[in-house]
């Protein structure tokens, strides 16, 4: 009976001093990871507020596996505790799904860095001037003076154009006139409008041009292209809009509207 005895002894001990080897080696792994992520995002550019959120998430994980590591030295059964483990992260992540989507949209867009701030940019259905990119929103200043709150999680689901990736960008702007205008007249009058403008920028590829895009029931409509600076692109836009129509009536050109002839026969 006693040999029984210290063999219970010296199992329960053997587990003991192997349970408290694997926790201080796997803590010690834990330590070490750490001090590695730490090494590596201090060679990135990835928003501190991200970094420590992601930092503790690994910490929990690595930490959850050394508890199950040490656990099963001790001969403890650790299914149970994987499996709730298992169903309260199910339960957290489904509760906090809308959270996490915007988290992790915010990291893709840090770590892709499709814009900057300052740059102007369209993103989903919205468009304006990157003011700040933070771990749930991307602000927006838009042209009319507003504040637009974008959800991270909408920014990396949509298509995103960035106007200020490129030196230059082109002004379309879409004008239609009477088919009692002779084509050519309204054309030239359309591209002396650009070529005078200080800010429209010429040669290489980048001169101004008008052209018939469609004939349309009651009107010719008509496509004005220009290139300037994409920090000018406003300015040269609302300049020729704003233009259009003294333009037009100093030289006797009618923008026309969609009318109905009636023809009365007797």
């Not at 609302?238 to 509207?257: L, N, Q, V």
Request: proline letters at 3%.
């Amino acid at each position: 009976m006693t040999a029984i005895m210290e063999s219970i002894k010296q199992f329960a001990l053997d587990r003991v001093l192997l349970f408290a080897a694997l926790a201080v080696a796997c803590l010690l792994a834990v330590k070490i990871l750490l001090k590695l992520f730490d090494r590596l995002i201090r060679k990135t550019e990835l928003d501190p507020a991200i970094a420590r959120l992601v930092r503790i998430a690994l910490k929990v994980v690595l930490l959850s596996l050394t508890a199950i590591i040490a656990l099963g030295a001790l001969g403890i059964s650790v299914s149970s505790l994987v499996a709730t483990l298992s169903v309260v992260g199910v339960a957290v992540s489904l509760a906090i799904q809308g959270f996490l989507s915007n988290v992790f949209g915010g990291i893709q867009i840090i770590s892709n860095k499709p814009f900057h701030i300052g740059d102007y940019v369209e993103a989903g259905e919205e468009s304006g001037t990157v003011r700040e990119v933070g771990l749930f929103y991307t602000k927006l200043d838009t042209p009319d003076k507003k504040l637009i709150q974008i959800p991270n999680s909408t920014i990396a689901n949509s298509s995103i154009t960035n106007y200020s990736s490129a030196v230059n960008r082109r002004v379309d702007i879409a004008v239609s006139a009477s088919y009692e205008d002779e084509v050519e007249k309204v054309r030239a009058v359309l591209l002396e409008l650009l070529v005078q403008h200080p800010l429209v920028l010429h040669g290489e590829g980048l001169d101004p041009v008008v052209h018939v895009s469609a004939y349309a029931d009651s009107n010719i409509d008509y496509i004005a292209r220009a290139w300037c600076e994409s920090g000018h692109y406003w300015t040269v836009y609302y300049d020729i809009m704003d233009a259009i129509k003294p333009t037009f009536d100093a030289h006797g050109i009618t923008i026309s509207y969609p009318h109905v002839v009636v023809d009365k026969k007797e």
